[in-house]
């Protein structure tokens, strides 16, 4: 059966907790920024930077639902779904899970698009690239939406 892929986890360090004893909304992204390197990483085929002759990928824009705390030592895992893509853009959603206890920690979604480093400026994906992103988009177009993607922010009720 088809799930998210699973590319990236760690433990909650001290310099991330905040004053209220748990972990720092900032680290929530950079937690699910480094899931989103990780899933980079995995589309690439595991070629390093200089392999990938400029081609890269950059974050436009990020959605972060914060849903229950993670504190000091705790382990977690993020989960990756890829929502959909085409030759420039991809959106991506992650979980951060408490990787023992199971819990869903927060949310994030991800609006990124291909970035020539050479010449500073937008492109299409490479041949490598938009090959293993049509694969992942074949093991994954099946599951079912997250209840959190695509949603803005609002006073409204949710």
Not at 56 to 70: A, C, I, K, P, S
Not at 113 to 137: A, C, H, M, Y
Request: charged share 20%.
């Amino acid at each position: 059966m088809a799930a998210p892929l699973a590319l990236y986890e760690t433990v909650i360090k001290p310099d991330w907790i905040d004053l209220y004893d748990h972990m720092n909304v900032a680290y929530y992204v950079l937690i699910c920024d480094e899931a989103t390197g990780a899933f980079w990483n995995h589309v690439n085929g595991g070629r390093s930077l200089e392999h990938r002759q400029g081609g890269e990928m950059v974050v436009l824009e990020n959605h972060v639902n914060y849903v229950r705390e993670v504190r000091l030592g705790d382990p977690v895992r993020v989960t990756t779904q890829l929502l959909e893509y085409d030759t420039k853009r991809v959106r991506l959603f992650h979980t951060l899970l408490h990787a023992t206890e199971g819990f869903v920690s927060a949310t994030n979604e991800v609006k990124a698009i291909g970035f020539d480093l050479n010449q500073r400026r937008i492109t299409s994906f490479q041949p490598l690239v938009q090959t293993k992103l049509q694969e992942v988009w074949e093991e994954q177009r099946h599951l079912p939406v997250p209840p959190a993607a695509g949603k803005g922010i609002t006073l409204g009720r949710s």
